[in-house]
């Protein structure tokens, strides 16, 4: 195997390690109610907890990936989150869970820093929207496999041993990790000894990062909230059954998940970067005018299955290329720090609308809710547009001196 095709592997298993730990926890949670006698809220929790310490910490973690190397920090990630995950299958007290799920989420919070700063460092420029849309779509592929999986395991062997099992399945990958890590190159600064140019205040107030976080966040709250509410809305709107509902959601996933791998092709097949923005803004505008589409026209079920892979997909089509955008927008160096900050958006911005576009359906309003989130990706293009205009003139600057 080629060294670029390990990178791609070594990366892509422990990024989809980490979004399968995110999910393995749901299906266990009417089993601790059973055991600990917690409450709905009380086994949510855990998730909140676990999301909120890893959206946090991948700033602060962006920063240190830069100054001391990524492979160390990917290698103890993996192995913290991995025995945080084996040790739940010990917990005696719901609070264990709790306290075990941060410390799984101090693990996760190092993927995203540690993984794009050895992409773009180990894998060459004409090759790297392949290889970002593969980083992408493992973690789409740990989403999916998660709750099967750990579910029928539980059948088999119950709670505890399932837990165990699949924590400790990510010690092989942490050996091969080790066993292979000259072959991750992580992207160098000149002086390693020195921070890089960009400080937590540069990240907060530069415009360009600013930008860029609102694209992010505005496009996750869109698909926050078409994953939470679509089923409900072709439901209670449309009057389709729950099934067909449900395929519509399943076709809109699949649409992202293929649109990914569609879209790390075609940012490698774009000659020059500078026509990447025209990419992200018609995929992006087309994944709001199928939603908006969706939302206000009388669709029946197969037709709204259709046009929510298509939303799907173009929605999943934009995201290798903006990833690149910003890898471009980011100083050399400093790729860690940048993907830390900018990555923390994804799960605020999914955090923040389920609550709000629930009122809108308890008040009766649910038509609203794909509309909604049709305005929130068109709203995201107010963002990307002037962020790339920023990026070429400091880059013409730069050029000049």
Request: glycine share 12%; proline share 4%; with cysteine.
């Amino acid at each position: 195997m080629g060294r670029e095709f390990r990178v791609n592997l070594l990366i892509s298993m422990g990024h989809s390690l980490s979004h399968f730990y995110i999910l393995c926890l749901p299906p266990l949670f009417l089993e601790w109610q059973k055991e600990f006698g917690a409450s709905f809220a009380e086994l949510g929790l855990a998730l909140v907890v676990m999301n909120i310490v890893s959206a946090a910490l991948q700033t602060p973690l962006g920063f240190m990936v830069d100054r001391f190397g990524a492979r160390p920090f990917l290698i103890g990630g993996t192995l913290v989150m991995s025995l945080a995950i084996a040790a739940m299958s010990l917990a005696t007290s719901y609070w264990q869970i709790l306290v075990l799920g941060a410390i799984a989420g101090i693990g996760i919070a190092v993927f995203h820093p540690a993984d794009y700063s050895i992409l773009a460092g180990s894998i060459a420029k004409e090759r790297i929207g392949r290889a970002f849309a593969l980083h992408t779509f493992s973690g789409n592929v740990g989403f999916a496999l998660a709750p099967p999986v750990i579910a029928g395991l539980m059948l088999v062997m119950g709670w505890r041993d399932a837990l165990l099992f699949v924590g400790l399945a990510a010690l092989p990958i942490v050996a091969v990790i080790v066993w292979q890590r000259d072959i991750l190159q992580d992207e160098t600064r000149r002086d390693r000894k020195k921070d890089g140019r960009l400080t937590f205040r540069d990240l907060l107030f530069d415009r360009t990062m600013m930008l860029f976080f609102m694209f992010f966040m505005l496009g996750a709250m869109a698909g926050g909230g078409i994953q939470a509410w679509l089923i409900t809305v072709l439901h209670q709107v449309k009057g389709v059954e729950l099934a067909l509902a449900s395929s519509a959601l399943t076709g809109y996933m699949i649409g992202s998940a293929s649109g990914v791998l569609l879209g790390g092709w075609a940012t490698d097949a774009v000659k020059s970067r500078h026509r990447l923005l025209g990419v992200v803004i018609g995929l992006t505008g087309a994944s709001a005018l199928t939603t908006f589409l969706v939302g206000v026209s009388p669709v029946g079920g197969l037709t709204a299955i259709a046009m929510m892979f298509v939303s799907g997909l173009c929605a999943g089509g934009s995201r290798t290329p903006r990833d690149v955008m910003l890898k471009d927008a980011a100083p050399p160096g400093e790729i860690g720090k940048v993907f830390g900050y900018i990555s923390a958006s994804l799960p605020l911005g999914s955090a923040l609308v389920p609550v709000p576009m629930g009122l809108l359906i308890d008040y009766g309003h649910p038509e609203l809710v794909l509309v909604l989130s049709a305005g929130l990706l068109a709203a995201s293009l107010l963002c990307i547009g002037p962020a790339r205009g920023l990026i070429l003139r400091r880059q013409a600057a730069m050029a000049e001196k």
